[in-house]
């Protein structure tokens, strides 16, 4: 009998040595995932938004569950050249409403592209400064501060769909774009077919706008089953493949605290858009946004943060 306990205590100890060890290792993994995805972003050079947050604190109390903006930055990067940000979508998240609000920026918006002096395509920031330059930009575009960041390259963006199973969209036309077909209606996407389905824009009877439409539907959907990520395996899984493709200044903390305190405001997500007009400056097409516009999409997302 004491044999018999003296064995039983010995398995459940290595059980429990093993079971330890793994758990340490899963967060060295994680860990590590996490940090070869982090890239802070640069010292702010400037006056701009940022500073009425205490010149450049970008810090929110996660455990209290603060409201926050987030920037979302597809790039387009090429063999020797930065490239350009081919979408501009920005998060307002909010907990305590458990609601998102979404908006794109439009890549041809015309505006001041801060730290470089000059008026230019929004989209064109990235190509100037990179990550810091582009944040900036929209910060005083829309007169908000953006909090985090997210770059994505498209070999990235197509990886994190097929990660989390795929997306399913309403589609609201039929068109063919880089050799797939898109029915009409309800229709499920995996990675591949996901990207061609946001680049497309000159079939689309809305342009980039209806481009910008369906980049807003992939995304809602694509948060909506990155909620579903259930565990820690999932999670590691998750950050372990796609961080080759994916930089951003939310810390390895921040990331633990955003997977156990904000799961749940993914339950409602709201779309804006921008209205503008296209005009011809020069030879060059740019989307113009009116200052009363601008003041509409601050006040929207100064009111979603309270």
Known sequence: MKLGIKISLGIFSFLVVVLIGYVIYLYISLKS????????????????????RGGGDFSVDMENKEPF?????????????????DTMIVLSVNPAK????????????????????TEDKINH????????????????????????????????FAQIIDLIGGVDVNNPFAFEYEGYKF???????????????????????????GRNDRQREIIKQALKNTV???????????????GDHVRTDITFDDMKKMFTNYRTVMEHIDSVEIKGTGKKIDGIYYYMVEQSERDRI???LEEHSK
């Not at 995932?33 to 009425?52: G, H, T």
């Not at 903006?69 to 940000?85: F, K, P, Q, T, W």
Request: hydrophobic residues 35%; aromatic residues 8%.
């Open 228 to 242: 579903q990520v259930s565990n820690v395996f999932q999670f590691e899984s998750l950050l372990g493949k796609v």
């Open 298 to 300: 601050h006040q929207l």
């Open 183 to 209: 029915e009409q209606g309800n229709i499920h996407l995996d990675g591949s077919a996901a990207l061609g389905f946001s680049r497309m824009r000159y079939d689309d009877p809305k342009g980039d706008l």
């Open 98 to 117: 458990k609601s998102v609000l979404m908006l794109n920026i439009p890549r041809d918006t015309r505006t001041t592209i801060v730290g470089h002096g």
């Open 125 to 156: 920031a990235y190509a100037f400064g990179g990550v810091n330059m582009s944040v900036q930009t929209v910060e005083q575009f829309l007169d908000v501060p953006i909090h985090y960041y997210m770059k994505v390259d498209m070999e990235g």
């Open 69 to 85: 903006n987030a920037l979302i930055m597809g790039v387009d990067e090429r063999v020797n050249d930065r490239g350009r940000s």
């Open 33 to 52: 995932a996490a940090d070869q995805m982090y890239e802070p972003r640069e010292p702010i050079q400037e006056v701009s938004v940022v500073d009425q």
